[in-house]
């Protein structure tokens, strides 16, 4: 994978002030901490941040983030990031430093291909998984996993042990869950109840059989003793 350059400045204050006074610059506040540094508290531009987050891997691009200023530079990657409720803009972003002989945590997207066998046969296929957790280094993180689905029958699966992974790049689950099923859809049954007949309305043959024979009985009269 490669990396990525990023330039951020440093700052000194914080608060809601400097991120309104920032993003009126064109820059959002971020942070920067992970093992073997202190905290630093930066300001990154929101259209740089943005590029890399709609590039190919996305959040877990390798950046070389660098301090304006200096000659401080760090190997990160987006840890978390906040956007506006109802504009949808960048509002801050956390990076973790990393050391890139040191494995990582990462979630990358499931993506599909071909169209599966039950599918023809008017089955539904469902990705269970949106994303799968991965461990690796850093350098090794792959942008997606492709799974082809053209071989699933109905009833058909993909778990987590079936995957064919790069390799130095491992699966982290605790069970063997499937991560693509083909299911035919349920049948759902409409059952109507009887309607009453309306004030009125004669009842249905049987019905007032039943319904003679009912006052018939009521009107039956006891022998006398």
Known sequence: METTNLTAKQRTL???GFSKKSRKLDYIP???????IKN???????????GILKSLYGKNS???LAIEGGDLKYLSMIKDYQLHP???TLLHCDFIN???EEEVFVKVPVRRTGRSEGEKMGAVLDI??????????????????ELNVEALQVGGSIRVSEIVLPEGVKAVYMKDFPVITV????????????????EGEAPAEGEAAKEGEEEGEEKEEKPHK
């Open 14 to 16: 914080t608060g809601k």
């Open 128 to 145: 269970v998984a949106k994303e799968i957790l991965l461990k690796c280094k850093p350098n090794i993180i792959p942008s997606g996993i």
């Open 62 to 64: 390798l950046i070389e």
């Open 183 to 198: 299911k035919m859809k349920k049948l759902e049954l409409e059952v109507t109840p009887a309607a009453a007949p309306a």
């Open 30 to 36: 971020a942070v920067l901490y992970g093992k073997g």
């Open 40 to 50: 630093l508290i930066l300001a990154v531009k929101p259209r740089d941040l943005t």
């Open 86 to 88: 109802v504009k949808r």
């Open 98 to 100: 990393i050391d890139p």
